[in-house]
């Protein structure tokens, strides 16, 4: 083969690699292991764009190297199918989710594989596949039939928990449980029937049943997680979404937050997204205090706060408009104003609310509080800035010392305090240092600490509070009203929750007449007919959300096609945790932080040896688009303006498929074929410079998106410069960590690249033609430089500096005619795990007859790179004035006298003695006169 031809010598490698298996990955003892694994991908129609293979070629690159360095390799690949995209096209089109979910994996998998990946495809699964999700919801079972004891700090089978109950009651458990969890005797619960027993437990259970407020949408009949709503409407489809209370399954992962929290500092993750975990769990020590009303009824307030020392300078309560006293506490007088605030606050989701610093926004109730401290009357408003699940839902403020309070209360014109502590103004007090300095009676002098601990132990005497530690994270809804997800293993016997047995699992998705809920507004589910056990009980009607099946997929790889468990105790222990886990950190707060809660469950349950799922993660940047603009007028719509005139007339610009548009010059005709209403479009073009009489498109990088029609397919790429170009290029681009734009201004270099690595192995009449001549020195250091640089940009995880160094060395080994096999077979094996296609011909070209996947990746030798000799700069008064070659091991007394010597040297100094000589070895001479 004379050219190089990427288009066969990539089918033809891909198609042998497959047929040969040399993936596929077993456990294998006599050999350490290396997990590699890419973040679960959704496949959605689009199919990939170039943006989304770049972590996928990181974590290949590292794959192969591991493997050519004599590991044990697993790199699976699998697909997250359940979701509400699929869902949503099941409901415009009637076309059954799993068909369209098929189709979608298969379309990525042949993008996959023309991308030329070492995925071991015989472990492949998607989340809805039966075999998979009957393990989902036995893990969900495990979870319902376990509590969490604080005082062995692990989860504990209930059954446990019904024995300590039947012998002493609940006195002295110290388990997490709900705050309304009500104190009971071991008579008591001996009297108690089956379903207040169940409602008891479900205080306990870490998957439980209970009314929750949630992020309602009505257009997509379901629950919405906080992430996936914005604005108050839902990320996906921009409807709206309300907040209201539902009976709903969730997950108690608040037992698991000191953990959670505590074990960040044992694993190699991005700063970043580990701070956005603890952010996210947001420990903080304070205490737990009531405010009773001032009226007949004497309501009880809870509140909690970090800075208990203060409790002299509240001026005001703030309840969550969710809260459950605002319509028992407010006023008939204000009832009309309170009501309007509340609807109006159903409607931000918590996410907005939380990051919304500047909005003041409330409302008085009409009530009255009493510090429990100094008797002091203090008014209740409401204000969405406070969330009905974080803390207590309600606030005591003390605006001098809190943003959000000193900002309300200046809107309000509430009275703003400062408090003294420690015989001085705090300096985290507001900047502004408004409001009377407030006197804190028997706190007054005392320094912070020992504040906090003096209030917290009147507050314990009086019997109206405790110090306590505070979470914001709050339990993870797992109910969603959909019918493309998991269904519950759960039946309900009069009324009360009940597990389906191991032997009736998977549960499988019924056949129902359409994916809506039903007109009595019941899940789908609802919809299917005889939706019941063997023995006539009603089954769960909501199915898990997407992230059940993505917080244990990484296990299931060990051993996927288990029948008899999840992963057996052999494949576990061997594979352990992920080595490298390579994904966006947008799923921070999400996945991230379930797959760790799982994984903690499961180790707790002995199922599985680890605390942590993944050891090392990389949160890999994103490949913007250059999205390209047209300007139409606002007056003629049907006509459009050229960029650079545009800002002569009043124009509202358009994006633009870019496949329309090169060198930002838009093809008129094409863009008049482009969709129906544009068949007619006219044109104001450029009126002068070179660019006369053409259509100028503006441009813009953004995120790559079909929306904005900046959208580049791979499958384009591949066809036109090949997978190693693709692969090579991506890498090129930039860190890995990086956003960075796409552009195909270089990828011809790339391309051009790998046709000169190709010509290095052939002589000018296009043979193979390859010397057994021994190397030169000069040849081996050009080698043995690219190795090094090599090998330590992978261990440390930089790649976008290794394609340079591949540039570097092949264009000296060009430049010295090199055709060694020596030299150049070790050259294929290191830039293997970037270009597999171009390598692994070259390596059955030189003779081979094993692929370079299982070839040994070449050690650098150091001799190789020392130097001989060293060209010395020779300055003279400060200024470089000549250079001389010197070997390395050459006396400096030596160079001395060569350098004086010199005719150049003595043309500068003018004959005159040197005052000093200063010698910098393999660095610099310098002379002084």
């Not at 809190?402 to 309300?408: M, S, V």
Request: charged share 25%; net charge negative; hydrophobic share 35%.
């Amino acid at each position: 083969m004379a050219e190089y031809n990427f288009q066969e010598i990539e089918k033809s490698w891909q198609q042998r690699w497959q047929d040969t298996k040399i993936y596929q990955t077993e456990i294998d003892h006599d050999k350490p292991k290396f997990y590699s694994l890419d973040m679960f991908p959704y496949p959605s129609g689009a199919g990939l764009h170039v943006g989304h293979p770049l972590g996928y070629i990181a974590s290949d690159i590292v794959s192969r190297y591991k493997r050519m360095k004599g590991y044990n390799v697993l790199h699976p690949m699998g697909f997250d199918a359940f979701g509400l995209p699929a869902e949503q096209y099941a409901i415009q089109t009637g076309q059954h989710p799993a068909v369209t979910t098929e189709q979608n994996i298969n379309r990525y998998k042949e993008q996959l594989r023309n991308i030329g990946f070492s995925y071991d495809w015989s472990r492949e699964f998607a989340t809805s596949d039966p075999d998979y999700y009957k393990w989902t919801q036995w893990i969900f079972k495990q979870l319902f039939l376990h509590y969490y004891d604080y005082e062995q700090e692990k989860a504990r089978p209930i059954s446990e928990l019904t024995r300590r109950f039947e012998k002493d009651g609940n006195a002295g458990i110290n388990a997490c449980c709900d705050e309304e969890t009500p104190q009971f005797s071991a008579n008591a619960w001996k009297t108690m029937d089956e379903a207040e027993r169940e409602q008891i437990l479900l205080h306990y259970r870490l998957a439980y049943l209970s009314d929750t407020t949630v992020n309602w949408c009505p257009a997509l009949g379901t629950v919405l997680a906080n992430e996936e709503v914005k604005d108050g409407v839902s990320e996906r489809g921009g409807f709206p979404v309300v907040r209201k209370k539902m009976r709903q399954w969730s997950l108690r992962i608040t037992a698991y937050a000191e953990r959670l929290l505590n074990d960040l500092e044992f694993i190699q993750w991005p700063e970043a997204v580990k701070e956005m975990q603890r952010n996210w769990i947001g420990r903080s020590e304070g205490a737990e205090l009531y405010f009773e009303t001032d009226d007949e009824f004497r309501e009880k307030i809870k509140v909690f706060t970090t800075r208990i020392d203060t409790i002299f300078g509240v001026t005001f309560l703030v309840l969550a408009p969710e809260h459950e006293l605002v319509e028992i506490i407010t006023t008939p007088e204000q009832e009309a104003a309170v009501k309007e605030y509340v609807e109006t606050a159903k409607n931000r989701s918590e996410r907005d609310r939380m990051s919304d610093v500047k909005t003041v926004s409330g409302v008085f109730t009409g009530a009255y509080a009493i510090n429990p401290f100094n008797g002091e009357r203090i008014p209740i408003w409401i204000a969405d800035y406070v969330l009905a699940g974080y803390g207590t839902g309600a606030v005591m403020a003390v605006p001098a010392h809190d943003t959000r309070d000193w900002a309300f209360a200046k809107h309000y014109n509430l009275p703003l305090r400062q408090v003294v502590s420690g015989g001085a103004i705090e300096k985290e007090a507001h900047p502004a240092k408004e409001g009377t300095i407030i006197n804190s009676d028997f706190l007054n002098d005392l320094p912070v600490a020992e504040a906090m601990r003096t209030a917290v132990r009147w507050l314990e005497r009086k019997e109206i509070g405790k110090g306590r530690t505070n979470y914001r994270m709050r339990d993870a809804i797992f109910s969603r009203q959909r019918y493309w997800g998991e269904p519950f293993p759960v039946y309900y016997k009069d009324g009360i929750p009940q597990l389906l047995e191991n032997d009736e699992l998977p549960l499988r998705l019924p056949e129902v007449d359409a994916y809506l809920p039903t007109e009595s507004g019941e899940p789908p589910l609802a919809r299917a007919r005889n939706w019941k056990t063997r023995s006539g009980h009603p089954l769960e009607t909501n199915t898990m959300p997407g992230w059940a099946g993505s917080s244990w997929y990484f296990f299931r790889y060990m051993d996927p096609k288990n029948q008899q468990e999840f992963v057996s105790k052999e494949a576990q222990e061997y594979w352990q945790a992920v080595d490298l886990y390579i994904g966006g950190a947008e799923h921070a707060t999400g996945h991230l932080l379930y797959a760790r809660f799982w994984t903690k469950f499961l180790y707790d349950i002995n199922k599985v040896s680890v605390m942590e799922p993944f050891r090392k993660m990389i949160n890999q940047g994103m490949i913007q688009g250059r999205s390209s603009f047209v300007y139409r007028l606002n007056n003629k719509p049907n006509t459009f303006v050229s960029f650079n005139i545009k800002d002569n007339y009043d124009v509202t610009p358009l994006h633009v498929e870019i496949s329309l548009v090169e060198n930002d010059v838009l093809d008129l005709e094409a863009f008049r074929k482009w969709r129906p209403d544009l068949a007619n479009a006219e044109f104001i073009l450029e009126e002068s410079g070179p660019q006369k009489g053409k259509y100028i498109c503006g441009s813009e990088v953004e995120k790559m998106s079909k929306r904005w029609h900046n959208v580049v397919n791979p499958d384009d790429v591949v066809k036109e410069y090949g997978a190693d170009t693709l692969r090579l290029y991506e890498m090129f681009l930039g860190p890995l960590e990086q956003f960075k734009p796409w552009s195909t201004q270089g990828i011809d270099g790339v391309y051009k690249f790998l046709r000169k690595l190709w010509r290095l192995f052939h002589d000018e009449a296009g043979n193979f033609a390859v010397s057994d001549e021994a190397a030169t020195k000069e040849e081996l250091k050009v080698l043995h430089t690219a190795i090094k640089k090599a090998t330590e940009d992978i261990d440390r995880y930089s790649f976008n500096t290794s394609v340079p160094a591949f540039m570097i060395c092949v264009n000296e080994l060009s430049a010295l005619k090199c055709n060694k096999r020596v030299v150049l077979e070790k050259l294929v094996l290191i830039v293997a795990p970037y270009a597999p296609h171009i390598a692994e011909e070259l390596w059955h070209l030189l003779g081979n007859q094993t692929s370079v996947v299982v070839a040994s990746y070449p050690d650098f030798n150091e001799e190789f790179l020392q130097e001989d000799s060293f060209e010395y700069p020779i300055s003279i008064n400060g200024k470089m004035r000549a250079k001389m070659v010197f070997a390395v091991d050459t006396p400096q007394q030596d160079i001395e006298r060569e350098v004086l010597a010199s005719e150049q040297v003595q043309k500068w100094t003018e004959g005159k003695a040197p005052k000093k000589i200063i010698i910098v070895p393999k660095r610099i001479i310098n002379i002084v006169v």
